[in-house]
């Protein structure tokens, strides 16, 4: 999920000179930093040293920074003739807070500076069963190098080391490592997310997280030549000789008791310094993790639910209620929705099998791109074209700062059982969340139901940079796995739109007068309510534009595949122990750390949410009787109060969650 990168350099590089090796590293940094802006940081191997500089800022703002600058331009740079190797990571950040600056990477772990990309899922444990081993940081990567040394210190040869502990580990990983007592850099992955190329005197070795970012780091030194990066694929690890940069390649999944390569590197008569470097700028602190549980029965006591179950009339045949925008019911009760209703066909998987035939590759190169975003329905999608169609996807996630760590945990559980690589897009997350806070600031001085959406408008680029990541891949075909159930027109309908029927392919389409109308909607309501004036203004007609205006070419799943609630949910939960949230029993909308406090709202004050209109769905198309649709929507719109508690502090709300909550229970209801 972060973005990795690295270099050995010997002396006769280009690259070696200290103006080189400072454009080189930079130029590294900035095409990483899409995978991650919250911290960066970088180790650097020389002769005697092994030095370490990381910062809680944007690889943008840390490669400005005068500690950072004297790394690279002094003695770690001029006194040792025999060249270099650098590793650098961009972060995007999961476990441990970055305001702790040790918790960002390169971790230092006894002689050891290592860099990952991915998530552990399994650290806890993994601390648990080596009870021997010293935990000093909050972040998950540390058991990796901990395991490494271990390992090492136990007589394992370094690709033995590294196989013994990859094998422990669940979760997707790509990782680097430098050390004071080996002239070696390894490089090791289970997803495929590592590539690198070699220039052509074999004097400079590159590495890095996409190929698209050594293709345009090679396209600035001619050195590099035409040639493309080699992936080193899923399951794979190389050792590089600093000295010699021999590069040897070796299997993480060698049989127990065979040595996963021949390991001639040999253990360093005389150590390197390790010296950590972190950066002094100072950074505004998290607010002190609080030793007691949230206390969710408090907040379900003042906040009591209140069943809709029979206070609103609902359609005879669905579930929807009498405030759902352009509802009107005929003399039998049935709800216009329904009267509408034309029943989703699929296209079937023949001809989902003929579509994808043409772009299958038999050579283990990415032959599609899916959108996942950690929910249920994009991951048994990726599942399904990995295991079933026998595709070999890169996965591709926007992370808008709303991505909920679980989502991101289950993305890495997938991507590392099945070896799929993730390409990960990092908005300026602190940035769209003080966005994220000034609308709903301004939606709280004036309640509106049709301007709700703003809240999300930060995530709209997704179908944006899907078009991008998939020109960068060089791939014609990509997949979003849209569940066409889950329209939700509601959402548009409290701004005046009236619904349309969709395509069965693209869940949420408009027609060009409908794109006007919303626009006109948001016009007004921003001269009725200027605090919407304000810096998030650009993104969110940024937003509208990505959403509505630019070209979508990609096929959905569930236009070709039925979607299939229980074999979707055994499918995740049984193979691949897919993370549930701990305040509902719902899988649907756990990855999306919006959808609580929003779902609140539209409760709230209209006596629905996105459960009423999806359980309709499924009752239309005869998934569902209207008996169980009526126990789940009253099962699963109970409020998720910690849930919602984490919303407001991620967007760093100053009020009360108290405060928050009784601005919304006052609002005017609709019913």
């Known amino acids: ?196 190329r070699t220039d052509r005197s074999g004097s400079a070795f590159v590495f890095a997280s996409e190929s698209y970012i050594l293709s345009q780091f090679g396209d600035r030194h001619p050195e590099f030549g035409a040639a493309e990066a080699t992936h080193v ?56 993790r609080s030793a007691a549980p949230f206390d969710a029965e408090r907040f379900a006591k003042r906040f009591p639910h209140v069943s809709m179950r029979e206070r609103l009339k609902r359609c005879s045949r669905c579930v929807l209620p009498e405030t759902m925008p352009f509802v009107d019911f005929d003399a039998e009760g049935v709800c216009a929705y329904c009267r509408a209703h034309e029943p989703i066909s699929v296209r079937g998987h023949a001809a989902l099998e003929a579509l994808v035939a043409p772009h299958r590759r038999g050579d283990g190169r990415p032959d599609c791109i899916v959108g996942v975003s950690g929910g249920r329905d994009s991951i048994f999608g990726l599942h399904y074209l990995k295991t079933v169609l026998g595709m070999t996807p890169v996965a591709y996630t926007y992370d808008w700062g709303m991505v909920t760590d679980l989502a991101r945990r289950n993305v890495s559980r997938i991507c590392g059982r099945l070896g799929i690589e993730h390409i990960l897009v990092s908005a300026d997350i602190p940035k769209k969340r003080e966005y994220i806070r000034t609308n709903v600031e301004a939606w709280l001085a004036r309640p509106s139901l049709g301007t709700v959406p703003l809240f999300m408008a930060g995530d709209k680029a997704y179908f944006y940079y899907l078009n991008r990541a998939r020109q960068q891949l060089g791939v014609k075909l990509a997949f979003l796995c849209e569940n066409l159930l889950e329209r939700t027109d509601f959402k548009t309908g409290f701004a005046g739109v009236a619904p349309v029927i969709h395509d069965r392919d693209h869940a949420y389409t408009l027609p060009m007068g409908h794109k006007l109308g919303l626009a006109r909607f948001y016009g007004k309501e921003f001269l009725h309510n200027p605090r919407y004036l304000n810096r998030s203004l650009f993104d969110s007609a940024k937003a509208f534009a990505y959403y509505y205006l630019i070209k979508r070419d990609y096929h959905n799943l569930y236009g070709y595949i039925p979607w299939d609630e229980p074999t979707i949910a055994d499918t995740l939960l049984g193979s691949y122990d897919f993370e549930r949230a701990e305040d509902t029993e719902s899988l649907w909308r756990i990855g999306d750390g919006t959808a609580p406090f929003y779902n609140y709202i539209y409760h709230t004050i209209a006596g629905m949410t996105e459960n009423d209109t999806f359980r309709s769905n499924q009752i239309r198309n005869g998934a569902m009787t209207r008996s169980l649709a009526l126990d789940l929507i009253e099962r699963d719109n109970h409020p998720r109060f910690p849930s919602i508690q984490w919303y407001l502090k991620t967007i760093g709300i100053d009020r009360s969650m108290e405060d928050v909550l009784e601005a919304i229970e006052t609002a005017p209801k609709r019913y």
């Not at 590293?25 to 940081?41: H, I, N």
């Not at 370490?52 to 005068?66: D, E, G, L, N, Q």
């Not at 899923?234 to 008791?257: C, E, H, K």
């Not at 390991?263 to 005389?270: D, I």
């Open 1 to 196: 999920m972060c973005g990795i990168f690295g270099a050995v350099l010997a002396d006769g590089s280009n690259l070696r000179e200290v103006s080189q090796l400072q454009a080189c590293v930079e130029q590294l940094f900035l095409l990483s930093e899409s995978r991650g802006k919250e911290a960066a940081g970088l180790a650097l191997a020389n002769e005697r040293e092994l030095l370490v500089y990381k910062a809680a800022v944007s690889a943008r703002r840390m490669i400005t920074a005068p500690g950072y600058r004297t790394l690279l331009s002094g003695s770690a740079a001029r006194r040792h003739p025999s060249g270099v190797a650098f590793i650098g990571h961009s972060r995007l950040v999961t476990d441990g807070g970055r305001e702790i600056n040790r918790n960002n990477q390169p971790v230092t772990v006894d002689g050891i500076a290592g860099i990952h990309n991915g998530i552990i899922v399994n650290h806890v444990d993994l601390w648990q069963r080596h009870g021997q081993l010293r935990r000093a940081l909050e972040v998950d990567s540390e058991i990796i190098f901990a395991l490494l040394r271990d390992q090492l210190g136990r007589g394992q040869p370094l690709p033995e080391a590294t196989r013994r502990t990859f094998a422990e580990l669940d979760g997707a990983a790509s990782v680097a490592a430098l050390f004071t007592d080996l002239d070696a850099l390894v490089l090791a992955t289970n997803n495929g997310s590592l590539y690198y």
């Open 233 to 288: 694929r899923p399951g794979q690890g190389l050792v590089v000789d600093l000295g010699t940069l021999r590069v040897t390649p070796f299997s993480l999944t060698a049989a127990d008791g065979e040595p996963a390569a021949p390991a001639p590197l040999t253990v360093r008569e005389q150590a390197r310094t390790l010296t950590d470097r972190a950066s002094p700028e100072p950074i505004v602190p998290r607010a002190p």
